[in-house]
């Protein structure tokens, strides 16, 4: 379901625009379960072993540079999908100037398209909010949030709101953008890569070159991995030689 945030004529409190967000989020609210504290999301033995918390951990806001739009909103699918795993009952908030889901492809990632909200917000400040109000309910399992980078101060507050919540935030930016100092757990970049039983006729499952380039109390790496869809799993078959080279 798609629910628009219209761009407000410049006399409008922009007040008004966050209490029609804040009306649904509260229905939600009154029937989803809450879950304090940072646990952390299982994505590969390999993964999991290599972040210090054992996982992609929950309550934080965390960062996505895709160098392929397609793959990109693939892997954001995925830790989307985990994370209405860990947190049932919750939904899914999708942010971005035009939100194009397809539910199909996001069922194959074990994404619950019924519970995903649709936020069409082209003003980045109306984003900004969506995404505060959407963490800081614990109504919402994951925020997704596409556009340019916020700024530090509104990073901290999405880390915040993240904190309250006790979902995930995840920003997804070009990869093109300059990647300077984050207020996010982690920082990722992620590239396509062939699925290795694809063929001309047959493209295979979801694949990617994953580098995490920054995560907070802990180091660089990068994987070769792709997804299995009958298995519903994450498959990190290597390690990638050159971790921490490319920019971050």
């Known amino acids: 379901m798609t629910e628009p945030v219209p761009s407000p004529p410049p006399a409008m409190d922009r007040?008004?625009?966050l209490a029609g967000l804040r009306a649904r989020i509260a229905r939600?609210?009154?029937?989803?379960?809450?879950?304090?504290?940072?646990?952390?999301?299982?994505?590969?033995?390999?993964?999991?072993?290599?972040?210090p918390w054992g996982g992609l951990p929950l309550a934080g806001l965390h960062e996505i540079l895709g160098e392929d739009p397609g793959s990109s909103l693939g892997f954001a699918a995925l830790l989307m999908a985990r994370a209405q795993a860990a947190l049932p009952g919750r939904s899914l908030l999708?942010?971005?100037?035009?939100?194009?889901?397809y539910p199909p492809g996001l069922a194959g990632l074990g994404l619950d398209a019924a519970r995903l909200i649709l936020v069409r917000a082209p003003r980045a400040a109306d984003a900004l909010w969506a995404a505060?109000?959407?963490l800081r309910s614990p109504?919402?399992?994951?925020?997704?949030?596409?556009g340019p980078a916020p700024d530090l101060t509104a990073a901290r507050r999405l880390q915040l709101a993240a904190e309250t919540g006790g979902g995930?935030?995840?920003?997804?930016?070009?990869?093109?953008?300059e990647a300077g100092p984050g207020a996010a757990l982690t920082r990722w970049r992620i590239a396509p890569r062939p699925a290795q039983e694809a063929t001309a006729h047959h493209l295979g499952d979801p694949a990617w070159e994953i580098r995490l380039l920054r995560a907070r109390g802990g180091r660089p790496g990068a994987w070769l991995a792709e997804w299995d869809a009958a298995q519903g799993r994450l498959v990190t078959p290597a390690p990638l030689a050159a971790a921490g080279r490319r920019r971050a």
Do not use: C, N, T
């Open 94 to 101: 999708w942010i971005a100037p035009e939100p194009d889901a």
């Open 168 to 177: 995930i935030g995840l920003l997804l930016r070009d990869g093109a953008e």
């Open 28 to 51: 939600l609210d009154r029937s989803g379960p809450d879950m304090q504290g940072r646990a952390a999301l299982p994505l590969s033995p390999e993964l999991d072993a290599h972040l």
């Open 132 to 134: 505060e109000e959407g």
């Open 15 to 17: 007040a008004g625009l």
């Open 139 to 146: 109504a919402i399992a994951a925020v997704l949030l596409l």
